[in-house]
Structure formats: structure tokens, C-alpha cells
């Protein structure tokens, strides 16, 4: 029989060429750490492969079919870092038969250094809501650090604007008229200066609010004299005077008046809320509710400003199962359907904007969540439906 | 025996380089395996060698939890003149008493909790929170100890105790609430039932103790309150939607989990969680 491999005596080869046989050939173990490099490369190199961002395309342009031209929505873009989310949401704002909403453009993120204005994120929104037909109220304010003191001054918020800076946000707001002017609804001048953290954690001062309103319109006109500004978008508060809080914005109205803020602003944006009360709850200069916004109505009658129109740029209840100055989500439905029966009935007032219509994550301002119309992953709430039934002209889905 | 030796001697010992080679390889195979063994019982969490629980050590050597609630929630958590009162709060100190130390309360927004167990401002959250699978990753979910969720209440001489039993009859809901949207989904299941919908939970609950709906689906929180001066009405064993209510902690802290998880179960055991319960209900009612 014969021996299997192993058991066969070596074969007489010379012992030089026999050890070297035994070693592992230079080449190959130079063949072997190459392909180990390689494999070492192709594994690093796929580690840095991302997934290709989604792409955005914007379609054919599109027009906003309703019935209510009453019905508007304050969005949050500002914040909305993905296109697609950009895209979406004005989509559905559209779907749900809003034809204008109101977005907010903060100085800061435009005009990061003096004098060089980045409009990336900005043209995004714009180009988004004009191919889906919508009409932007544009939302102006906050101010970049290089506009307020430095900090070993003093340490001061965004919303601090120093009066010798006004001149620089106004110069702001007509380059964003410029730019976008044509497809703009109107700019809004300031977000609730009569409180005071919104007047950088000072006295909210009608009379300096005036000045920094007459610069802005003077700057808007410049650029586009078609341009509607928004004087106001002053908040409801019950605080008293002399409060370091905030001052009723019935008493800010009067006094922006007595600064002279008449020939400055085209319109009042007003926000209002209604909190646990319902639409048809009478104004009351005490009460936080709905119709408290026709005091504000009296005041520009009084100035002899009535020709002007009122915008409620922010408007809504909240369904928060755990606060208690909200309502329960059908009485939601039904108080915002009504408020907006009682604009639509107003003749000084165009729109109903209802605040908000989504957030970009709900994890951390659970407060706004309830007041939106669509979660953060574009979950449509009932209230959305409820909406766009009455702006569509639909039966609505959640009557009794 | 005798023969394993000798093939082992043979092996170690023989001639054959190749089976030589396979018996070697073969027992660091086993070394590194035994080795990998060994290491992964000895750097377990809480093992000699493993991560240790930090916040349960600290609790039992300062014999004080602390537990981050919400205020604003009545009848589960409330701000009260002398101190912070409610399910939630009772729950909290009864834990706390079961693991024989004492509950600090830290009241905060609902915002911050979460903040506040990452960065250990607090060892655990019991604020309303529902499990949220994209923190998974480092909060740990304890066993429900309330479920807010929707549950039929129907008359007591006719109960109901599942969608199901309502083929061809009438419920009552609340206006846009998740038992509004259960209903539509039943709706297209079965062959026949009509929705009647009311602004309020309470309207609904009447509606089914007068007969003009069969049952009505409304949340536990609404039913429980409306329950006890209405003994006409049986709320369902089971909930239609659940809501449940968890405590929130960090998976870190796997020795203090595990022993909340056996007090919490305790505490539903002898019966201390439903007297909780349903002694600020019927307050709050």
C-alpha cells in the first residue's frame, strides 16, 4: 500500500533549500500586508460613506384653493434644518387651505457680520412658499452679538437692541424688502415689544419702539413702497403699570400713538389668545381672551387711525392635557372654527394667523406642541382636519 | 482515560506538524474562549470588574433619592402652600420609604426633566411621562403605575367590556380624542356602530348612564372622576387605548432600577398604589 503523505520520508532535497521551503516566502507575506491595507482602506473609506441628502425638487407651481382667506398659520421654519421638512410643511399648509402664513426671519442668522447678509436659508422658505402659492407675512427681529455690547460690558439677550443700533436693524429690514418685497405679505416690526423679555429684559418703552418703528417703515418703503409694515405685534398681559414685566399693550398702543406711530406702520399685527375662554367671551382689559383684541381696535379708532387693518399674527388654544389654561381638544375644534367666523365678520380684520402649525421636534417645548396643528413628524391632528374642512369649504369632520 | 492520554501525548508529542498544529490552535481556541468567558462574568455590570452603579450607592450611603416632578399636573402632581402633593408625589416618597431612604422632591417644567436625569440633577423622573422609544438609549421605562389611556364605561345592568361588543349599537366620545379616533378604526371593523361625539369626556359618560349610547370611550383619568357619584356606571377591566404612565430612570443605574422596579411591584402587590390612586381621585372629584 502506499504511505499516506505524511508518513513518506522526506524527499533528499539539500537542507538550505529545505529550510527556506519552511519559511514563509518574503513576497507573499509582503502579498498578504498589502491586501490587509487594502481591506484596512475599503473599511475606512466606507465608514466615511453618509447616505446622500434627500433631494428636493420644487414641481410645478401651485396655486392655494379656498374659501376662507381669513384662515393663516404662524410656521417655524427658521429653525428647520432639513429642505424636504421645509417642503413639506408648506405643503400642507397649502393642503389645508391656508393662503398666507407668517415666518419668522431672525437679523442674527441673515446678517451674522456687519454689512454681509447670508440669504441661504431665507431664500429656501421663500422659494418653497412661492411655489406653493402661498403669501409670507415675514416676521423681523432679534439682533446679532456684533449689535450689542460686548460681554465684558454687559451681558445682554438676543432681543436687546440698543437705541444706536436702530438705524443697523432697519438697514436689516430693507435689505430683506429688496429682496423679497414682491412676495412679501407685509413685514412685522419687533415680536411683542411691550414685554419685556422681549425688549431685551428691559422696560418695554412705547416711545423707543416708534423710533425703531419709523426707521424700519422709512427702510421698507425705500426698498418697495408696495410693502405693507406691521407696527405692533404686541402681546396680551395684564401687568401692571410701572411692572418690570411688561406693560398691558392696550396702554404700549396708546403711548406709541402719543410718540407718533401713526404714519409709521401700514398695519397693527395683534397676537391674541384665548386660553380656557371661549371666542364669544366679551373684551375685557382684565381677562386674557380672544375678543380682548378689539381694545386694541378701540385705541386705533380713537387715534383716528381706523382705516388701518388689524393682522392677528398669533391666535390659538392649547389641548395640553396638563395645563390649566388649556381645553379639551373638540372644544379646541370648536372655538377656533368660531374665532374664525368672528374675523371673517370683522372688517378691520384680515386674518386669523393660528399659532403654530409645527414644530421642528416637540421634545423639548411640550407647551407649543399642543398648540400645533401638525407633530413634528407631520402627524396631522384633528385640529388640522377641522381647519381645512372650514378653509376648503367641507363639512367638518369633528362637528357634534 | 487511558486512550485520551495517549492520543494527547501523540498529538503534543507526535510527529505530524499538521496535527500537532490543529491540536494547539484548538486549545487556544478554548483558552481564548474560556478567557472571554471569564472576563465577561467579571466586568458585568456591578461585577469585581464591571461598571458600577454610582446613583444606588450614593442613595444608600446619603439615604436620600431624588425624584423630579411636574407641579402642574392635579390631581397626579400639585404645588400646594405647604408641599407638593399627589399621586404622583405620594408614589414617590412610598418608594422611597420602601427603599429606607428619603424622597427629595425637585419641582421643575415639564421641559426640563429629562435634562435634569441626564445630567443627574435628578436619579429618577415621575411626571405623567409615556415610554418614548428614541431615549431608550439611556432612560430606562419602569412598569406602568397609572394608565390614562381611553376605557368604555357602560351601564352596570348591560356592561361592556370590548369594542367588539358593540356591533350595531351606539358610543359615545369625546370630540377629537384618541378614543374619537379608536372609535372611527372600530367603526370600519365592525358591520355597524354609530359615533356620537361631545365636546366634553363628561357629556360622553352621560350619554351612556342615560342610555343614548350603549358605552362611551372616554379617558381613565375622566372616568375615574366621574365614576364614584355615579354608580350606575362599570368602567371596563381593560383599557381600549393604553396611556401608560412610567417612572423615568437612567439605564445606567442598573442596581437602582432594578430596585425600584421590586418596590413599585410591592407597592401594586399589597394594594398601597390604588389607595394612592384612588384617594386623590375622589379629592379631585
Redesign the interface.
Known amino acids: 500500500m502506499r504511505p499516506l503523505r505524511r508518513d513518506r520520508p522526506h524527499q533528499s532535497a539539500p537542507p538550505h533549500v529545505m529550510k527556506r521551503l519552511a519559511r514563509p516566502s518574503r513576497h507573499k507575506l509582503f502579498a498578504h500586508l498589502l491586501r490587509a491595507g487594502g481591506l484596512l482602506l475599503v473599511a475606512g473609506a466606507l465608514t466615511t460613506l453618509r447616505p446622500a441628502p434627500p433631494r428636493v425638487v420644487l414641481g410645478p407651481p401651485h396655486t392655494v384653493q379656498t374659501v376662507s382667506p381669513t384662515v393663516c398659520v404662524h410656521t417655524r421654519l427658521t429653525d428647520e434644518v432639513d429642505e424636504w421638512k421645509i417642503q413639506r410643511t408648506l405643503h400642507m399648509v397649502r393642503e389645508m387651505g391656508a393662503a398666507t402664513i407668517v415666518e419668522f426671519f431672525p437679523w442674527p442668522y441673515v446678517e451674522r457680520e456687519r454689512g454681509s447678509y447670508d440669504w441661504a436659508h431665507a431664500d429656501r422658505i421663500m422659494r418653497h412658499a412661492e411655489n406653493q402659492g402661498l403669501t409670507v407675512i415675514a416676521r423681523l427681529g432679534l439682533v446679532p452679538a456684533w449689535a450689542r455690547p460686548p460681554v465684558r460690558e454687559k451681558v445682554t439677550t438676543l432681543t436687546y437692541l440698543p437705541a444706536e443700533r436702530f438705524g443697523d436693524f432697519a438697514r436689516y429690514v430693507g435689505a430683506f424688502v429688496a429682496r423679497y418685497g414682491d412676495r412679501l405679505g407685509g413685514v412685522i416690526i419687533w415680536n411683542e415689544p411691550n414685554l419685556s423679555h422681549e425688549w431685551g429684559d428691559r422696560s418695554p418703552d412705547p416711545a423707543a419702539y416708534t423710533e425703531l418703528l419709523r426707521l424700519s417703515y422709512q427702510a421698507a418703503h425705500a426698498a418697495n413702497p408696495a410693502i405693507a409694515v406691521f407696527g405692533g405685534a404686541l402681546a396680551p398681559t395684564n401687568e401692571p403699570e410701572g411692572s418690570g414685566s411688561g406693560m398691558h399693550e392696550v396702554r404700549f398702543l396708546e403711548r406709541m400713538y402719543q410718540a407718533g406711530a401713526a404714519p409709521y406702520f401700514d398695519a397693527l399685527a395683534a397676537h391674541t389668545y384665548g386660553f380656557t375662554h371661549t371666542p364669544a367671551d366679551p373684551p375685557d382689559p382684565q381677562t386674557i381672551n380672544f375678543r380682548r383684541v378689539e381694545l386694541l381696535r378701540a385705541v386705533m379708532v380713537r387715534y383716528g387711525d381706523g382705516a388701518k387693518p388689524i393682522t392677528i399674527t398669533e391666535s390659538g388654544w392649547s389641548d395640553d392635557p396638563r395645563w390649566t389654561r388649556a381645553v379639551r381638544p373638540g372644544q379646541r375644534i370648536a372655538y377656533t372654527l368660531e374665532a374664525l367666523d368672528l374675523v371673517t365678520a370683522w372688517p378691520w380684520a384680515d386674518h386669523l394667523c393660528l399659532w403654530q402649525f409645527r414644530q421642528p421636534s416637540d421634545f423639548h417645548n411640550r407647551r407649543d406642541a399642543y398648540y400645533a396643528l401638525v407633530s413634528s413628524d407631520f402627524f396631522a391632528r384633528p385640529i388640522y382636519e377641522a381647519v381645512q374642512a372650514y378653509a376648503l369649504g367641507w363639512e367638518n369632520p369633528y362637528a357634534p | 482515560m487511558n486512550r485520551w492520554t495517549a492520543r494527547i501525548r501523540s498529538l503534543v508529542g507526535g ?2 506538524r ?1 496535527a500537532r498544529w490543529r491540536f494547539w490552535l484548538a486549545l487556544a481556541a478554548l483558552l481564548v474562549i474560556v478567557a472571554g468567558g471569564v472576563a465577561w462574568r467579571l466586568t458585568r455590570p456591578g461585577a469585581r470588574f464591571g461598571p458600577q452603579d454610582g446613583t444606588w450607592r450614593r442613595v444608600q450611603i446619603n439615604g436620600d433619592l431624588y425624584v423630579g416632578l ?1 407641579p ?2 392635579p390631581p397626579f402632581a400639585e404645588w400646594t402652600p405647604e408641599q407638593i402633593v399627589g399621586i404622583e408625589a405620594d408614589l414617590a416618597r412610598e418608594i422611597g420609604r420602601r427603599l429606607g431612604v428619603e424622597t427629595q422632591i425637585l419641582i421643575m417644567g ?2 426640563s426633566l ?1 435634562d435634569a436625569l441626564y445630567t443627574g440633577k435628578v436619579d429618577m423622573l415621575i411626571a ?1 411621562l409615556h415610554p418614548d422609544a428614541t431615549l431608550t438609549d439611556w432612560v430606562y421605562y419602569s412598569q406602568p403605575y397609572f394608565d390614562a389611556g381611553q376605557v368604555l364605561v357602560s351601564p352596570r345592568d348591560a356592561p361592556v367590556s370590548a369594542m367588539r361588543a358593540l356591533d350595531g349599537q351606539t358610543i359615545a366620545v ?4 384618541s378614543g ?2 379608536a372609535a372611527r378604526r372600530w367603526a370600519r371593523r365592525l358591520h355597524a356602530l354609530t359615533i356620537e ?5 363628561q357629556d360622553a359618560l352621560r350619554s351612556a348612564e342615560e342610555g343614548r349610547a350603549a358605552a362611551a370611550l372616554v ?1 381613565a383619568i375622566s372616568a375615574r372622576l366621574y365614576l364614584p357619584a355615579h354608580p350606575g356606571l362599570v368602567m371596563a377591566a381593560e383599557m381600549t387605548v393604553a396611556e401608560p404612565y412610567v417612572i423615568a430612570m437612567r439605564r445606567g443605574d442598573f442596581r437602582l432600577t432594578a430596585h425600584v422596579e421590586q418596590a413599585l411591584q410591592a407597592i401594586r402587590a399589597d394594594g398601597s398604589l390604588d389607595e394612592i390612586i384612588a384617594h386623590w381621585l375622589l379629592q379631585a372629584g
Open positions: 510527529d505530524d499538521r411636574d402642574s399636573y415639564y421641559d429629562y405623567g369625546e370630540m377629537a380624542s374619537d379616533a361625539r361631545h365636546l366634553l369626556p379617558d
